[in-house]
């Protein structure tokens, strides 16, 4: 982030894990240093395709136009937080997959943290790239946003959750 140049090089991560680099991005509204935004963070900027080296990237004069931050929870935060309308953000390990549609672009996940496992249902890409080309497997790691809701008195993340990230397994 420059302060002199109120700009910042940027790198974000698509649905299916694909990076791409944001040259010299700038805020829609202010300066880019005073947007509170980091990794783990969803953004939507707007901008030209531009290449270095070969690499696609987004031109110098792209725009930050919004910042979803979500509030981070360890598993057992998230079975212990209030059913409702606020959003987290949950990472664990995959400890199961069931119901992955590539017809419903949706898939549900078990995660464990520690001793505590919950149930991500019909979670979806943020980008609307088909789940089914993330290559999710148990053992990996993900990060999903979402709601806490129940299912039957069981805790669980209600449908909708937003796949914001995911690390295969070594």
Do not use: W
């Not at 890409?125 to 039957?152: I, Q």
Request: charged share 20%.
């Amino acid at each position: 982030v420059s302060a002199q140049y109120h700009n910042a090089n940027v790198t974000i991560t698509g649905g299916a894990g694909e990076e791409l680099y944001l040259y010299r991005l700038v805020a829609s509204e202010g300066n880019i240093e005073d947007v509170n935004f980091g990794v783990g963070d969803l953004i939507t900027v707007v901008g030209a395709r531009s290449s270095y080296d070969g690499s696609p990237q987004m031109a110098q004069g792209g725009v930050l136009e919004t910042v979803q931050t979500f509030a981070p929870k360890t598993v057992a935060e998230f079975i212990a937080a209030e059913e409702g309308d606020d959003v987290y953000a949950v990472t664990g390990e995959i400890v199961g997959i069931k119901d992955l549609s590539e017809s419903y672009n949706n898939v549900g996940i078990t995660i464990k943290d520690g001793d505590s496992e919950i149930l991500l249902y019909r979670v979806k890409t943020f980008d609307g790239t088909n789940v089914v080309n993330v290559g999710l497997e148990v053992g990996g790691t993900v990060t999903v946003a979402g709601k806490r809701s129940s299912y039957n008195g069981t805790p669980q993340m209600a449908a909708g959750g937003i796949l914001l990230s995911y690390n295969a397994p070594v």
